[in-house]
């Protein structure tokens, strides 16, 4: 194994145990909202989703109406795209 490499499979390892982390100690209760119309991956009974709550402090999934989830964490901001 090269040096290059070893490198490569070091960040690979540190981003993977930073992923666990984030996704075991990242969610939120529902006691703490998220600000509105942000992104949220929320635990609902279905499994996860994401979804966002309005201005008006309903939450919505793909535009509809839902009921409250167990918990949320924050959405990842997608990559922007050069056009």
Same mark, same amino acid.
């Given at each position: *194994?090269? =040096?290059?490499?070893?490198? $490569? $499979?070091?960040?690979?390892?540190?981003? =993977?145990?930073?992923?666990?982390?984030?996704?075991?100690?990242?969610?939120?209760?529902?006691?703490?909202?998220?600000?509105?119309? @942000?992104?949220?991956?929320? /635990?609902?009974?279905?499994?996860? /989703?994401? *979804? @966002?709550?309005?201005? *008006?402090? =309903?939450?919505?999934?793909?535009?509809?109406?839902?009921? =409250?989830?167990?918990a949320w964490?924050?959405?990842?901001?997608?990559?922007? @795209?050069?056009?």
């Amino acid at each position: *194994m090269d =040096e290059s490499e070893f490198i $490569r $499979r070091w960040v690979m390892l540190a981003l =993977e145990k930073q992923m666990v982390d984030y996704a075991m100690n990242a969610w939120r209760p529902l006691s703490i909202l998220p600000a509105p119309n @942000t992104p949220v991956i929320a /635990a609902v009974e279905q499994g996860i /989703a994401v *979804m @966002t709550l309005n201005h *008006m402090g =309903e939450w919505r999934r793909d535009g509809v109406p839902h009921k =409250e989830p167990r918990a949320w964490m924050p959405a990842p901001m997608p990559p922007k @795209t050069i056009a």
